[in-house]
C-alpha cells in the first residue's frame, strides 16, 4: 500500500487548508486512516482518526476546526483544516492503522506534506 499526500503550502492564520491522502488500494478495507504531524523541534503528534467511514477522534487542539474525511470511491483520506494557527505548522503525515480498544495503531505512513501558517 503506498500513500501519497497533497495540498499542503503556505497559509495566512485564519485561512484553510484541505489535505489530501490517496491510496493505492481499497480504503474500504483499512480498519482505521489517521492524520499525524510533526513541528520543528516536537514529537510526531496525532491529529485525527476514522474507522468505518464515519466514527472520528480529534486532538483536543484542533476539535472544532479540523474534519477527516474519506471518499472510499477515490480511495482518499482528507483533512479539512479551517481557522488554521501559526501552530498548526507542521509536517502533516497520512497513514492507516488499526484502533484497538479505543487506541490507534499506525502502520504505513505517507511521505508528508508541508502546511505553514504565517501570523
Known amino acids: 500500500v503506498q500513500l501519497v499526500e497533497s495540498g499542503g503550502g503556505l497559509v495566512q492564520a485564519g485561512e484553510s487548508l484541505r489535505l489530501s491522502c490517496a491510496a493505492s488500494?481499497?480504503?474500504?478495507?483499512?480498519?482505521?486512516m489517521g492524520w499525524y504531524r510533526q513541528a520543528p523541534g516536537k514529537q510526531r503528534e496525532l491529529v485525527a482518526t476514522i474507522r468505518s467511514g464515519s466514527i472520528t477522534n480529534y486532538a483536543d487542539s484542533v476539535k472544532g476546526r479540523f474534519t477527516i474525511s474519506t471518499d472510499n470511491a477515490k480511495n482518499t483520506m482528507y483533512l479539512q483544516m479551517n481557522s488554521l494557527k501559526p501552530e498548526d505548522t507542521a509536517v502533516y503525515y497520512c497513514?492507516?492503522?488499526?484502533?484497538?480498544?479505543?487506541?490507534?495503531?499506525?502502520?504505513?505512513w505517507g511521505q508528508g506534506t508541508q502546511v505553514t501558517v504565517s501570523s
Open positions: 497513514n492507516t492503522g488499526s484502533q484497538l480498544s479505543g487506541t490507534y495503531i499506525p502502520t504505513r
Open positions: 488500494t481499497s480504503i474500504f478495507s483499512f480498519n482505521a
